[in-house]
């Protein structure tokens, strides 16, 4: 069920959706092991492309792209992003929504691009501080655990959102997901071998990110769930890091699964958006 468009870069396809027909560009990342993201999305993919171009990228080795054996840098990653939005005709600047881990990446981006980022909406993002960096450290138990999982049963381990329809499908449904999204969700497995290797490479690429010299210059608002609290100390010391000028809102009663398809948080992220847009 591929809905988006395939673009190709350095011989391997990456798959891309976009929806609406605004003035501005919004993209949205995904979070580290997210089946699908372009289906993931799509409900507030729906809701964004009201009133803006909006697109979802899915990384190498993520639902309908091809994996990759480049390595895991956030150079690498700021240039799939670039390469890709700018292959599916989309120009900067881009309104960047990364999800968890890929927050990582923007951030790289926003600072060594600024003329190319609009904004950052950092949804529950991986704090970028060197205190983080020690939690996110795969052992060699986990990693071989990881890879042992077939992809096919990937979502079943480690992604209870999506464990079975039987009994939650009409959760979702109601949230503004359809039948067939659901099922694709179910029938795409990630390849582990990249996951594995894009969690490795975590801490070093949130360590990189925490040492950069350059201030990001442009509007920054972190949306972080109740589950946020576990890691109060490096969230305290990431938004010292961001600058006064970024704007923290905290979702009660969320947990971190539910920032991109509950209805809620949906409303919150429109709201935030409409903000920078209107200079607030």
Known sequence: ?????????????????????????????????????????????????????????????????????????????????????????????????????????????????????????????????????KKIVLSDKEEAKYLKIKPSKWQEKLIPLYMKLAGKKQIHIQAGYTYAELKAIHAVGNHMPTLVAQFKALPDNLREVAALDATIEVPIVVISSDDAKKSEEARKLHLERLGNAAKHVVVEGSKHLDIYWKRDFRKIILQELEGIKNGK
């Not at 699908?36 to 729906?46: C, I």
């Not at 979802?56 to 992003?81: K, V």
Request: hydrophobic content about 40%; some cysteine.
């Open 1 to 133: 069920m591929k809905t988006g468009q395939v673009v190709s870069m350095d011989g391997k396809n990456l798959h891309i959706r976009v929806m609406g027909a605004g003035d501005k560009t919004v993209v949205l990342l995904p979070g580290w092991g997210l089946p699908l993201p372009t289906v993931e999305f799509a409900p507030l993919m729906r809701d964004l492309a009201e009133h803006y171009k909006v697109c979802a990228l899915e990384f190498f080795g993520y639902g309908y792209s091809d994996p990759t054996d480049r390595l895991h840098t956030n150079e690498n990653y700021m240039q799939e992003i670039r390469q890709a939005l700018q292959m599916a005709g989309l120009q900067p600047p881009y309104t960047l929504l990364p999800y968890s881990c890929a927050g990582i990446y923007c951030e790289y981006y926003a600072a060594k691009h600024p003329e190319e980022v609009e904004a950052l909406i950092l949804l529950d993002t991986t704090p970028t501080v060197e205190e983080f960096a």
